[in-house]
């Protein structure tokens, strides 16, 4: 079993910033992939930002230039730091842990989901 603990989330006026944290911890052997989706209200959940299994990374035409995903291997944490946020930026954010168990297995977890509300 793997735990997924998520932080960061809050209320930001429009033009600022938030970092969030999503640290995978348990039965981990090796993890293929982390990534950030977010599901605003009435909307599907959507990618925002993610590492393949090769370290490449991926992000939203709506969040380019403006969030940067990084990780710490060490750590089993991947970060999504979100820069000049936007109202249409608010969401549910929730991290994503493609994990290759030590019973052999690939799983995918998911966070808790934080709220990310962006209003002045």
């Known amino acids: 079993q793997v735990q997924l603990v998520e932080s960061g989330g809050g209320l930001v006026q429009p033009g600022g910033s938030l970092r969030l944290s999503c640290a995978a911890s348990?039965?981990?052997?090796?993890?293929?992939?982390m990534g950030w989706y977010r599901q605003a209200p009435g909307k599907q959940r959507e990618l925002v930002a993610g590492?393949?299994?090769?370290?490449?990374?991926n992000y939203a035409d709506s969040v380019k230039g403006r969030f940067t995903i990084s990780r710490d291997n060490a750590k089993n944490t991947v970060y999504l730091q979100m820069n000049s946020l936007k109202p249409e930026d608010t969401a549910v954010y929730y991290c994503?842990?493609?994990?290759?168990?030590?019973?052999?297995?690939?799983?995918?977890?998911w966070g808790q989901g934080t709220q990310v509300t962006v209003s002045s």
């Open positions: 994503i842990v493609v994990v290759t168990s030590t019973d052999g297995y690939e799983y995918d977890y």
């Open positions: 348990g039965s981990i052997f090796s993890i293929n992939g």
């Open positions: 590492f393949t299994s090769t370290g490449s990374t």
